[in-house]
């Protein structure tokens, strides 16, 4: 595997008595599109901040691309596109002003800036927003404002604060099209979330923190996948489920999770194709009329319930 392209080693910050980030370390590698997950408060923004150099580590360490954040923080602003939870909307200024400030503040000249503002805009779907105040956006249209700006800079690595929050259906569907479209450009993005089914289908990677530390740090698959408990599965049945209840107690190596209207889900031990066939056979065989039965995919929430349960932490909030 290639380098990292993010370091993050023992970081701690104090705010007064409150420790809000507690000693946490982490890598992420070009081209990862890792989800930071965590209930309010529990340090994201912090942690963020202090990637993006707006923020002083109280200990520990942070390098990008090579270079310590306290000691290169222009170097690391070249590297990174920050894109916060909240920022000021100007009344009387339009898309482009706004773009337009920001790249003559990223140092843009002349031709160069309008052609960077055009590529930006096109990107992030502005081009028709053009000449509309800023007050006058949609959420969603607002969101896509601020990461245009991030992109200005043309950034390897994005930090996205709760990118996703307030944005309605439609909005976060657009704005989940627009973070693949970076990841197959071969950024590397860092988004974090409180709600995890908002950044599910977008990451690759999921880092979960909870009361400042971290309590997970893995592919979004194996989580779903899961590796503590069998599998369960959801059986229904012609007629009345009863006879299903009735089955799955006397089965060995089957537990009832929950009665259905027209089943039960259950949870067996094993999870070899082996075994729930034999199952499935069984059940037939038992005269059991099943209409359907498949594994459950582990959902997302309950993978961090069981981790939060484990490492005694205080869950989404
Ligand atoms: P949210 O999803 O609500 O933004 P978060 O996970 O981003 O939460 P942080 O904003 O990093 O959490 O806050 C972590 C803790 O540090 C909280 O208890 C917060 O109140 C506290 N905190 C953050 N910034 C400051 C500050 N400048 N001064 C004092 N306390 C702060």
Not at 52 to 68: H, N
Request: aromatic letters at 6%; a negative charge; proline letters at 5%.
């Amino acid at each position: 595997m290639s380098e990292p392209l993010v370091r993050v080693r023992n970081l701690t910050r104090r705010f007064g008595l409150l420790n809000a980030v507690r000693g946490i370390s982490f890598d992420i590698y070009p081209g990862q599109v890792v989800g930071f997950i965590g209930a309010n408060g529990a340090g994201k923004t912090t942690t963020m901040r202090m990637m993006a150099t707006l923020e002083v580590p109280t200990s520990g360490s942070i390098s990008i691309g090579g270079r310590d954040v306290i000691n290169f923080p222009n170097e690391v602003r070249r590297l990174v596109g920050w894109m916060p939870d909240a920022y000021g909307t100007y009344e009387n200024m339009t898309v482009l002003e706004y773009l337009d400030f920001y790249a003559r503040a990223f140092g843009f000249r002349c031709a160069e800036r309008r052609e960077r503002i055009g590529e930006v805009m096109e990107f992030a779907n502005l081009t028709e927003l053009a000449a509309r105040p800023m007050n006058r956006l949609s959420k969603g249209m607002a969101q896509r404002l601020c990461l245009g700006r991030t992109l200005l800079h043309d950034p390897p690595f994005l930090i996205l604060d709760e990118p996703a929050a307030g944005l309605d259906p439609q909005a976060r569907i657009e704005f989940k099209h627009l973070v693949r479209l970076l990841a197959e450009e071969g950024k590397t993005l860092f988004i974090s979330s409180h709600i995890l089914s908002e950044l599910g289908e977008m990451c690759d990677t999921m880092l979960f923190i909870d009361a400042g530390r971290i309590v997970h740090y893995g592919s979004a698959e194996s989580l779903r996948a899961g590796n503590t408990a069998g599998p369960v599965l959801e059986v229904r049945v012609a007629g009345e489920p009863e006879a299903l209840l009735q089955w799955a107690a006397m089965s060995p190596g089957v537990t009832l999770v929950e009665a259905t209207r027209q089943g039960a889900r259950l949870r067996v031990e094993k999870d070899d194709p082996e075994t729930l066939a034999a199952l499935l056979h069984k059940m037939i065989h038992d005269g059991l009329a099943v209409t359907e039965f498949h594994k459950e995919e582990r959902r997302l929430e309950d993978a961090f319930v069981d981790l939060l349960h484990k490492v005694g932490g205080h869950g989404p909030r």
